[in-house]
């Protein structure tokens, strides 16, 4: 009850501080990555396994989306299929990790997402490779999802009902047997449990999420090219997960918070330096990694316990 | 023309091999999965372009320092920030060495003179190419492979017969019965990172002449997960023989795949390592 209160907060704080479309526009970017968050907390914080290419999830629903809309597809429905081809993908890239567990699933994230990356620039034909495809609007039953405000609904309608969904699953067998591979494998295993089931699950709920957020975010950026997907997205969710805590589901939604008020941030403090100082591309990069190093020596074991 | 390929590939696996070499040496000892070794290869590049061209110090020398200033840079790293990150989960050393990598990346890329142009490190008799019989050599491919060997041969050496180096190898194995024996564990926390700081460094000067120093020369080192995979993670000289076949196999690719094909075959191998040799290709005896 308290986090809804302070969300509704959030939200009224926001949309008067940078006004009502821009505002709600953010919103809307937030509510996309608050439902990516949920995925990497589905796999770091409840089964304790790790994706060091989430990325790739963001991106194949993104372009799946695409795809299927560009066919004439209906765009809900193109969200199931995001949803399916992100779950596929992320069963899959567990795969190799899952004799050994923990930094392997790293790895075999890690290796999947760089394919992806170069697969979306090379198969140009389908992708719009490098130089980037355009997405035209979500329309829902006629209706063009254009304004801010739409898609701030839409964004927080999915994010609800994806938390919804991530609460009955952490409730249900599936979501004890995660929290007890997390804590002992070996004891988990003794009980009863498949733990390399449950990791396998773990890693397609949270790749569908992040094919979801994926295929929001085509739709609300409007154009799509594969550097947007690259590494530097992954660390970005691994950042919003160790800021909001990975041991809740809510964790995602505030780390959404952050990593998409972190960039605004850095611009405003940006434009108060005078013109010439150095060069700008570089200064965000260190601002960036300047908040990201100064977060975890603060709190090595993450912000939320 | 296959002597060729296959020469080129050793070349640029010798520095695959390099950077995994550095990061399993930091994975073993303090247990971090460091995202920070291509920045470190960057930066040592950079300071050996930066004290021959701008303070007009002769090259070797200049080599020299830049890797142990590297080295002790990494040192204080570790002393600083790293020593944090220990005992933690993963997730911890990894969001920590990326933001630090994206410090150096983003400090690097803020002085006008990195960007503006390319810059090339000029090592005297690693230019140009010689001819053996029908087959034209590239001097600096030569140079790279020599390079790496002697600088192996002097880390085993240090490895087998110095105390350190026989503290460090206490300190990978078991840190608990190290410490036991009188081996200062975070002293040698420190030494691992020195010693991987400076490995990085040696690996950006030997890229200098096949490549060009430029900000983002750093993406090398994404390579080195897969060599050190393929070498089984907890292995030195896996890590670098494992770095020296994905060289091969990604020449071999570029020649008779299609175009592409070569950019993803050391993490196709990644994967598949991880599938079928989850203790590495050169895993021959349990340990």
């Excluded at chain 1, 899952?98 to 140009?124: N, P, Q, W």
């Excluded at chain 1, 002992?184 to 949270?206: I, N, P, Q, R």
């Excluded at chain 2, 750093?218 to 770095?243: N, Q, R």
């Amino acid at each position: 009850m308290r986090s809804a209160l302070t969300l509704i907060g959030l939200v009224v704080l926001t949309v008067l501080a940078l006004g009502l479309d821009y505002g709600l526009g953010q919103l809307a970017f937030v509510a996309t990555w608050a439902v990516a968050g949920l995925g990497l907390v589905i796999i770091l914080g409840q089964s304790g396994q790790i994706s060091l290419g989430h990325g790739a999830f963001l991106a194949v629903g993104a372009y799946l989306q695409a795809g299927w809309v560009a066919m004439g597809g209906p765009a809900l429905l193109g969200l199931a299929v995001a949803l399916a081809g992100g779950a596929l993908l992320g069963a899959l890239a567990s795969l190799p990790g899952r004799r050994l567990g923990g930094l392997a699933f790293g790895m075999s994230t890690l290796a999947v997402a760089l394919i992806v990356e170069e697969a979306l620039v090379r198969f140009g034909g389908l992708t719009g490779g490098a130089s980037g495809l355009s997405v035209p609007p979500m329309t829902v039953a006629g209706w063009a999802v254009v304004d801010p405000l739409h898609q701030f609904a839409v964004s927080a309608a999915v994010l609800a009902l994806a938390l919804i969904a991530c609460r009955r699953l952490l409730n249900s067998r599936l979501g004890r047997a995660w929290r007890a591979v997390r804590d002992d494998e070996g004891a988990a295993s003794a009980s009863g449990v498949d733990a390399g089931h449950a990791k396998l699950l773990a890693f397609a709920v949270g790749g569908a999420l992040g094919a979801l957020a994926g295929a929001l975010y085509a739709h609300w950026l409007g154009y799509l090219s594969p550097e947007q997907f690259g590494l530097h997205l992954s660390f970005e969710l691994l950042m919003l997960v160790f800021v909001g805590g990975a041991s809740r589901l809510m964790g995602a939604v505030w780390g959404a918070v952050v990593i998409v008020a972190l960039p605004q941030a850095i611009a405003l403090l940006r434009d108060t330096l005078p013109d010439g100082v150095a060069n700008m591309a570089g200064l965000e990069l260190v601002a960036f990694g300047l908040v990201l190093v100064a977060v975890v020596l603060w709190r090595p074991a993450g912000l939320v316990r | 023309m296959i002597l060729q390929i296959l020469l080129s590939g050793i070349a640029t696996g010798c520095i695959y091999g390099l950077v995994a070499l550095s990061f399993v040496l930091v994975y073993k000892a303090t247990e971090a999965v460091s995202f920070m070794q291509g920045e470190l290869l960057m930066v040592g590049a950079f300071a050996a372009v930066a004290l021959t061209a701008a303070a007009g110090w002769p090259v070797w020398l200049a080599v020299a320092v830049a890797v142990v200033g590297m080295a002790l840079a990494g040192a204080l790293v570790e002393r600083l920030a790293l020593r944090r990150a220990m005992g933690q989960p993963h997730l911890t050393a990894v969001l920590l060495t990326f933001g630090l990598g994206l410090m150096l990346r983003g400090g690097v890329t803020t002085v006008p003179a990195a960007t503006h142009s390319a810059h090339q490190l000029p090592l005297p008799g690693l230019m140009g190419q010689v001819e053996v019989g029908t087959l034209t050599v590239s001097l600096a491919h030569l140079g790279v492979i020599a390079a790496t060997v002697l600088s192996c041969a002097a880390l085993a050496a240090f490895f087998r017969f110095s105390r350190a180096g026989l503290a460090l190898r206490a300190c990978s194995e078991n840190p608990r019965i190290a410490a036991m024996m009188g081996v200062s564990t975070s002293g040698m926390h420190t030494l691992a990172w020195a010693l991987g700081a400076a490995l990085a460094a040696l690996a950006g000067i030997l890229m200098a002449p096949v490549t060009f120093v430029h900000p983002a020369m750093g993406v090398v080192a994404l390579k080195a997960f897969p060599a050190a995979v393929i070498g089984g993670m907890h292995s030195l000289s896996g890590a670098l023989a494992g770095g020296v076949f994905i060289g091969v196999a990604e020449a071999l690719a570029g020649r008779y795949l299609p175009e592409g094909a070569n950019h993803v075959t050391a993490y196709v191998l990644m994967l598949v390592a991880l599938l079928c040799f989850p203790r590495g290709l050169f895993a021959g005896r349990a340990t």
